[in-house]
Each structure stands twice: as C-alpha cells, then as structure tokens.
C-alpha cells in the first residue's frame, strides 16, 4: 500500500519513517494493542498505511483506563479510518497485579497480552505489537520483559525511533493526540504495595477529574490506602494552594484521610523513587 509523504520533516525521519513502513509491509494480519496515546497511535497508522484493513487496532479496556483514554482511541480510529476494536479485561482477577509490588507492570503487560494473543489466535491475526520507543530502554519498565517473553513484536523500537520522532510523525499525520501528555494507567497512582482496588481507582479517578476541571493539565495523584499526595506543574503550586480549602474539602468527601502537595511538583514516576535503583 502507497505510503503518504512525510513534507517538511528532515531526511533523516523520512528515512526512519520508510523503514517502519518496510518492516510493517510484512506484517498483514497484525493486531496494535491500542491505548489512545499517541505511540500506539502512530503504530496503529503506519500499520494501516502499510497493510490496508489487513490490520485492527485493539484497546485492552478495564478499570485502570479513563474516559479520556477511551474517547482518544475512538477519536484516533475514526479519524485515521482504523479496523478498531474495544474488548473488555479485569486487570483485578490478577492477585499479583492486586498486590501491586514494584515490578506490578510486568504482572500487568503478562496477563493482558496473554490475553490479546489467544483473541488474535482466535480471530486468524498472525502477531500482535505494541508501542514501546526507543527512549522507553532507558526508562523503569518491567512490562517490556513481558512482551519480549511472549514474543510481542515492538516495531518503534526496533527501527529505532524515538519518542521525538513519534509526535513530529504524529503532528505531521495531523493525529489528534500528537501533543496528548503521557497517560500511564490509574495503577500507576498507587504506592507500591499499597494494594490496587476498584474503589481506590474510583477515587482516584474522580480526584484527578476534579483537578483537571479546576484547571491542573498536568497532575499525578499518588495514593498509598490513606492519604492523597498531589502532584502539579511547578508553576501551578501558587495556584493549587489558593484552592486548598475547597480541594480537601472534595478529596475528604471522596475518602482520603490526609491530603498534602509534593513541593517538587509534577514528574513522570515518582512512585518508582526509592524503589528503582
């Protein structure tokens, strides 16, 4: 299938754009695990430029998702006219993903690709591949040790392109989630060996849906069974201590016992400080 030109973006993403839709040609029949973020999303377009309608998209959708996760994905698919697909899983039959220890993701990646590989074996798909990037070798990611051992194809990585690269395609492409900020799991809020809940997740969803509609774009909650700790850009905790009273005042009436603020504001995996050495 005809690939679209990659105008006004340098030689050397043409070319890596080129050598992702060369190694995906070979892959008809192929399923994306499909989250709504913008790797996946990138992946799932390059596969349908490659192969056609050979291809479907698949979001793996439970409780640990957002709304917004979903609406992403759905906007994506119809947009890029995606084969597109949502099943349903419960991450919490899992008593090692509950248990929430601090190599939980692997538990996660594990169960949830054993899963879509019997639905791709089911449904006559010959490989299932997921979204992982080049710069994803350098973070704390014990899920990617399942996905080598299952034999999950990583295509981004393996032609070597970054997560740079990624939303420069993605922008290019006019992908709706080109500029979407990373979205990790609800699980990803817990503290290690706090144990992961249906009712935590709520609250936690609710007190980040709160957050959000008074105007915090880039916060974390981090819950550990009791208290809430928040998380926001540094140049919003002026802001965010302005509406104090009225935040804890929500966040009681949602169950957490204490409420503080991170004074080192916003970053990507704190959960894993003290952890990961």
Not at 94 to 121: G, H
Not at 152 to 177: G, M, N, W, Y
Not at 231 to 246: F, G, M, S, T, W
């Amino acid at each position: 299938m005809n690939t679209i030109t990659l105008s006004g973006l340098s030689e050397d993403d043409q070319h890596a754009w080129q050598r992702l839709i060369d190694l995906l040609s070979d892959k008809p029949n192929a399923l994306v695990a499909f989250s709504g973020g913008v790797d996946s999303a990138l992946l799932a377009f390059a596969l349908h430029q490659a192969v056609g309608d050979q291809m479907r998209a698949v979001m793996v959708d439970s409780a640990v998702h957002t709304e917004a996760d979903r609406q992403a994905a759905r906007q994506v698919a119809k947009q890029a006219g995606l084969p597109f697909e949502i099943i349903q899983f419960d991450d919490l039959k899992s008593e090692k993903f509950c248990s929430n220890p601090s190599d939980r993701c692997y538990f996660c990646k594990y169960n949830r690709f054993e899963f879509l590989l019997a639905y791709a074996n089911k449904n006559g798909y010959t490989s299932v591949m997921e979204g992982s990037n080049l710069d994803d070798a350098a973070d704390y990611r014990p899920g990617m040790r399942a996905v080598k051992e299952l034999g999950v194809l990583s295509p981004l990585e393996q032609c070597h392109i970054t997560k740079e690269q990624i939303r420069r395609f993605a922008k290019a492409f006019d992908l709706p989630v080109w500029n979407r900020p990373s979205a990790p799991c609800l699980a990803t809020r817990f503290t290690f060996g706090t144990t992961v809940t249906i009712n935590g997740l709520e609250m936690i969803r609710q007190a980040e849906a709160y957050l959000d509609r008074l105007g915090f774009t880039s916060v974390r909650l981090r819950y550990d069974g009791r208290s809430a700790r928040i998380e926001v850009d540094l140049l919003q905790l002026e802001q965010i201590l302005a509406k104090r009273e009225e935040i804890v005042k929500y966040f009681r009436q949602l169950g957490f016992v204490n409420i503080s603020l991170d004074l080192e504001g916003y970053r990507m995996g704190s959960n894993n400080e003290g952890w990961v050495k």
